[in-house]
């Protein structure tokens, strides 16, 4: 054997053993059940066992009777893929990795989705996104008063809420009754939002502003036109929730009339004594100001006496017979988690209902089990009508998505837009275990795509028309490009660490679509890569086809 | 689920509303919509088509700009200057707007209920106080919202754009996001996002795939009529057909000859009003061009005069070239900020935040020049706790809407409905007739 020849060999068995070794680490790297570690609230036998199995049958049941009532057909349950991709885009605002989801088909076909939201739990950037979710409803997204009022630091703390646990009604007592200055006590930062910078009472956060909001926010109703006018349209119904009496201009006011002591200062947000507290409001037909008492539009029983006017509304606003407060974040939740509310809008629930069944059976849970944020996204994650697909063999119309018997479409927010991108461009999770660097990048890519993108601000579950600005962006926009370019880890990662190139066109599906290809998708792209010649060209063109498709653009 | 909000009809859903854009998206792409078209660019009722915005992000002062007072103590030494209309001062500084004040008159007893930046620019933008409950549409989203003609369906380009957008761009609010206007920046620089990363050939290979992989959702779908209408591709063709359209030219000022371009001063302010100028020949309905750093808590006097420098050569030469082309007639110009300034001079010689009695330019589009509507007082207490009674023939902003919604020909008085059925009027205010009668 001459050394020519020897070298050859040589050159070939390096070349073998390159290929082997590459397509083992990459199997390693996607595959390795090792790699993520189990979530710290992941405990089998509870979520098998206990009562969260026994709810969620009851709500399915109550699903199937609603929609054999209501003739719908009924679409087929999704599978366990995208269901993930649902529940990180309502809870983390991202989509899953490869990782994530190579390591989640290796569970137990029946605990995927329980093993599944234990980890997003846990997971720092639910309570980032859930607190950035919330606070839009109680702040909404303005930067409101300049140095009184701290939007960061009111998230922040949220999100420390949130990762705790908290008892949701323990969450908003405080929020509503909290005082102090708005960095040290974040929480008062609800009231600082809601003062008028020059209006000449910057001493007062605005009790109708307030009014509004709480009602909104809390119990799920919107009741801001009995400010100026008493409800002559049927709208509006307060008073005894099995006999509910039209709304009159003087429920709003004295609901307005519990923040009548309310002040800001320096020294932070404080109340005055109750006697010293008023409300006075010139209402429609009189001819000057009167003098309004506090007073709360239904179940008065439940408001307690002897103690401040903002503490007595928290009780009566969290108090576990108020079933307005517990159907409001029920109802929120759901819209969240899945795109759409089951009532809507999300903040404007009658008093008197009807109420779809399912979703009593979830705010009794509610408010059995302490309020209990966590345990309601689990049943929510877990029901029936959760997990149905967005497709059918019938025609799917509106009537089938506003009863839940299919899954209802919705477009991407921007952040999550903004945030799939991010991480359909990287096969391990952006989550507070990557580098740092990693994240800041994100975090700042993300900021100025939503930007450039148009940020629906507060009134986040009306959807409206994708726009042009919209479509250019993520054609020609700098993150889709700079992501999947040549400064993409992961298109030269997959061409060149993919055994052949079915596996390479099978990754970039999971880590853009979180989805295998089709036999037809992979019949077409195995063509195209070998009219692009290169690997790593197919899959950046792979990847800027499968970002901009409508597929990836719609929540489904 | 029966809705239960305020003033509740037919619940108009987001079906109706992106099947609406859709169809309106889709008919203003075929050649059938530009050959139509091309038979209707006359405009036989002369009503205004367009409107351009000139945005004062900050609030300029009154007393330096469209209301000085000369010799009094409020002016704080501030001076004034003859126009070509008689009787009509400018600020010193105005000196090319001066002549062309025929054809410019000033509202300068404006008033607001806010006071704060934030809230006063989506007042003046929308017409409307904030509310929690809803986003107002802005001005600009509400002409291209009313207005739906066949000259409309020639236009490639955005119809509502704005150039350098400040804080707060005009948004559609609740008649939708495809409603917002198209930012962009100085136009001396390329349009952000309007050119692929790669060549053609392999932009047309990425098409290739994106058309594959649509299809099959698309097909996948087809039974969804619940998302039958949204779901389409219209506003990925109308990108395509954006980034491909002659009429981006409009934002080229660069191939402009240089005396043309420095007639508007040789700013990013001044090269933009000379593109708002093209882009409304294209059939654009409205371009916003913003100016800021009116905002003059301390030093009001010379840094007013700073800006006015780039305000004064930018707004004179686009009424000169409006008038030169024959345009001014069916372009409404209206010129102002959130608010005007204190009539008095803080310790650190700026003047702070005032919405008792401003002033705003209009000209262009039925507005009458050489008029002055609404009085503002030349003696202002410090301690004045009703500034209101001081002004003369005062209006709320929500009349500066009603007069340019009117002069466009669409009725600010009807009730839109918002995406949960509750009827709004477009405009609360009333038009301000004075400005307009011949």
């Known amino acids: ?33 090792t790699a ?77 989705i329980s093993w599944w939201v234990s980890r997003l739990l846990d997971d720092k950037r639910t309570h980032d996104y859930m607190a950035e979710r919330l606070a839009r409803a109680w702040v909404g997204v303005e930067g409101g008063p300049f140095l009184l009022y701290r939007r960061r630091r009111f998230i922040a703390w949220l999100s420390d809420q949130i990762e705790s646990n908290r008892r949701y009604d323990y969450l908003v007592k405080q929020l509503l009754t909290d005082e102090g200055i708005w960095t040290d006590s974040p929480a008062v930062n609800f009231y600082t939002r809601n003062i008028i910078p020059d209006s000449g009472e910057e001493d007062k956060p605005d009790p109708i502003l307030l009014t509004g909001r709480t009602v909104r926010a809390f119990v799920g109703m919107r009741i801001d036109c009995l400010q100026c ?54 209402l429609l037909h009189d001819d000057e100001e009167t003098e309004i008492e506090p007073a709360v539009p239904w179940s008065p029983e439940l408001r307690p006496e002897g103690m401040p006017l903002r503490k007595q509304l928290a009780h009566w606003v969290t108090h576990p017979e108020n079933r307005p407060f517990s159907r409001a974040i029920v109802n929120r939740m759901w819209a969240i988690m899945a795109g759409r509310p089951m009532m809507e809008p999300v903040d404007n629930i009658p008093l008197d209902g009807p109420f779809p069944e399912a979703m009593e059976i979830l705010v009794d849970d509610f408010i059995e089990h302490e309020f209990d944020l966590r345990r309601l996204i689990r049943l929510i994650a877990n029901s029936k009508a959760y997990r149905l697909e967005s497709v059918a ?14 899954f209802p479409m919705s477009r991407l927010r921007p952040e999550q837009m903004a945030g799939a991108i991010s991480q359909a461009a990287s096969l391990r999770p952006i989550d507070e275990s990557a580098h ?69 066109i099978e990754t970039v599906y999971l880590a853009a679509l979180s989805r295998r290809p089709t036999e037809e998708e992979v019949g077409y792209f195995l063509q195209r890569f070998e009219e692009h010649g290169q690997r790593e060209r197919g899959v950046m063109q792979l990847y800027w086809s499968l970002i901009n498709s409508l597929e990836f653009g719609w929540n489904h | 689920m029966e809705d239960h909000s305020c003033g509740s009809i037919e619940h108009i859903r987001r079906r109706t509303l992106l099947k609406m854009a859709g169809l309106s998206g889709l008919s203003w792409l075929t050649p059938l919509g530009t050959a139509l078209a091309r038979h209707s660019e006359h405009n036989p009722s002369k009503r205004p088509l367009s409107l351009i915005v000139l945005w004062l992000e900050g609030a300029p002062s009154q007393l330096e700009t469209f209301d000085p007072h000369p010799d009094t103590e409020i002016a ?26 025929d054809s410019i008159s000033l509202v300068r007893a404006l008033t607001s209920r806010e006071g704060d930046h934030e809230r006063a620019i989506y007042n003046i933008k929308t017409g409307f106080r904030m509310d929690p409950t809803l986003k107002h549409p802005s001005i600009g989203s509400i002409i291209c919202h009313q207005l739906h003609t066949d000259r409309d369906r020639t236009v490639d380009i955005p119809r509502h754009i704005s150039i350098l957008p400040g804080q707060m761009p005009g948004r559609g609010g609740y008649l939708g996001d495809q409603f917002d206007a198209f930012k962009v920046n100085d136009p001396v620089n390329p349009i952000s996002d309007i050119n692929a990363w790669v060549d053609d050939s392999e932009q047309k290979s990425r098409l290739k795939d994106l058309s594959f992989l649509d299809k099959h959702f698309l097909e996948r779908n087809k039974n969804n009529k619940a998302v039958a209408g949204s779901l389409g591709t219209h506003q990925q063709q109308a990108a395509l057909k954006m980034m491909s359209s002659e009429q981006l030219e409009a934002f080229n000022v660069k191939d402009v000859s240089e005396s043309e371009r420095l007639a508007y001063g040789d700013s990013p302010f001044g090269r933009s009003c000379l593109a708002a100028l093209r882009l409304i020949e294209k059939g654009v309905r409205c371009v916003e061009v913003t100016l800021g750093g009116w905002d003059t808590h301390a030093n009001n006097h010379e840094l007013q005069a700073g800006r006015i420098n780039v305000l004064d050569p930018a707004f004179a030469n686009l009424i000169k070239e409006l008038k030169k082309r024959d345009l001014l007639e069916t372009t409404m110009v209206v010129c102002g900020g959130e608010f005007g300034r204190t009539p008095h001079v803080n310790p650190l010689g700026g003047r702070d935040h005032w919405p008792h009695g401003f002033s705003m330019a209009m000209a262009g589009g039925g507005v009458q020049g050489g008029r002055v509507i609404g009085e503002t007082s030349p003696i202002v207490s410090k301690t004045e706790t009703k500034p209101k009674s001081l002004l003369k023939d005062s209006h709320p902003v929500k009349d500066i809407h009603a007069t340019i919604l009117s002069q466009m020909g669409i009725d600010y008085e009807q009730e839109l409905d918002t995406p949960i059925g509750r009827p709004l009027a477009v405009c609360e205010g009333s038009p301000i007739t004075s400005l307009l009668d011949v």
């Not at chain 1, 006999?243 to 519990?258: C, I, M, V, Y």
């Open chain 1, 1 to 33: 054997m001459n050394s020519n020849r020897l070298n050859l060999v040589a050159k070939n068995v390096l070349f073998l053993l390159v290929c082997v070794g590459s397509g083992g680490v990459l199997s390693i790297f996607l595959t390795s059940p």
């Open chain 1, 36 to 112: 993520l570690t189990a979530p710290k609230s992941w405990k089998p036998k509870s979520n098998r066992a206990a009562s969260v199995t026994e709810v969620v049958g009851s709500i399915d049941s109550a699903f199937d009777d609603q929609w054999s009532d209501a003739g719908l057909e009924v679409a087929n349950v999704a599978d366990d893929w995208l269901v993930a991709r649902r529940l990180s885009l309502g809870l983390t605002g991202t989509i899953p990795s490869v990782q994530e989801l190579k390591t989640l088909e290796q569970q137990p076909s029946d605990q995927r």
């Open chain 1, 229 to 282: 006018h008493d409800d002559f349209l049927d709208n509006i119904y307060v008073g005894d929730p099995d006999g509910p009496r039209n709304g009159e201009q003087t429920d709003f006011h004295s609901l307005a009339a519990f923040f009548g002591g309310t002040r800001a200062s320096f020294f932070g947000i404080k109340d005055i004594s109750n006697e010293n507290a008023s409300w006075k409001y010139q």
């Open chain 1, 393 to 406: 063999d019938h025609e799917i119309t509106a009537e089938h998505e506003r009863g839940l018997a299919v």
């Open chain 1, 436 to 504: 740092i660097f990693v994240q800041l990048r994100k975090f700042g890519e993300v900021t100025q795509f939503v930007q450039r993108y148009g940020d629906p601000g507060e009134n986040e579950f009306e959807q409206s028309g994708e726009t042009v600005t919209q479509k250019l962006l993520m054609f020609n926009g700098e993150m889709v490009n700079t992501r999947i370019g040549d400064e993409s880890f992961s298109s030269a990662h997959i061409a060149g660490l993919s055994p052949d190139t079915e596996t390479a």
């Open chain 2, 76 to 101: 704080a030494g501030s001076k004034a200057i003859k126009s070509r209309a008689p009787g009509i001062l400018l600020g010193e500084g105005l000196v090319q707007t001066a002549e062309q004040m």
